[in-house]
């Protein structure tokens, strides 16, 4: 295989590769590439892999691979680190429509802020309790394009996020695909804390975006916060969660933050 040009894309401490593959020059399976490129110490390292291929109902397509190989439906952070990287090459311009497999998302760029609308939220189930380890636990759940898990917490640094994130992730509650499963601490009526598990990295991540979005509906509803909700994450960065809530239900969610290109390389060793 030839050697592949890639651009290496951070978003709130959600580091991704990119990959343009719109006129399917890049030979070989992209979940076997993800396996090989996000692995880290080992290649170039990554929280997942992005591709980008031709739509024909948006401006793109984009393909997102975890480092394990499977492919998710939808990547908060990811679609605003794609979103910069088309906008910076003139792929798309500077408001756009990303075709994905959880559905059609719009971006506006403006400096290296990025602001994405992602699909309503759905299948919301509030307050169940799960047996984990034989301790019970009171959970809600919310899928914003991928499933996640909200535990609300009063002190995130005591959390195990890595040893409970991964029980969750894998209770028979949500087999066969499994969730995300996120901790929240919630600091007031416009500000929550979030540490989160990542179903497909299978560890802890500095930020999600879907898991971001998640913890903001989830806590808008059951500690009555307010739109635009500002999430604290683990790397430091703060994401702004915007929403309405109408009869019952949340629409139009936005996902605001701050994106960065790194670098651009090329690897051939896949």
Known sequence: ???????????????????????FEIEGNSSAIAKKICARKHSVGADGLLVIEPSNKADFKMRIFNPDGSEAEMCGNGSRCVALYAATKRI????????????????TVKGDMVKVKLPDPKEIKWNFCLMINKCPYHLNFVNTGVPHVIHFVDDLEKVDVKNLGSHIRSHDEFSPEGTNADFVKVVDKKNIKIRT????????????????VASAIIAAESEKMLSP???????????????????????????????????EGAIDDI
């Open 92 to 107: 798309a311009k500077k408001t756009m429509t990303i075709d994905t497999l959880g559905g059609l998302l719009n971006a």
């Open 1 to 23: 295989m030839s050697a592949i040009k890639f651009t290496k894309t951070v978003a709130t401490g959600n580091d991704f590769i990119i990959l343009d593959n719109r006129s």
């Open 229 to 263: 909700v500002t999430v604290q994450t683990l790397g430091g960065e703060k994401l702004k969660v915007y929403f309405e809530l109408m009869n019952g239900n949340f629409r139009n969610v936005y996902l605001e933050g701050k994106a960065k290109l790194v670098y």
């Open 197 to 212: 598990y990542e179903r497909g990295v299978e560890d802890e991540t500095l930020a999600c975006g879907t898991g971001a």
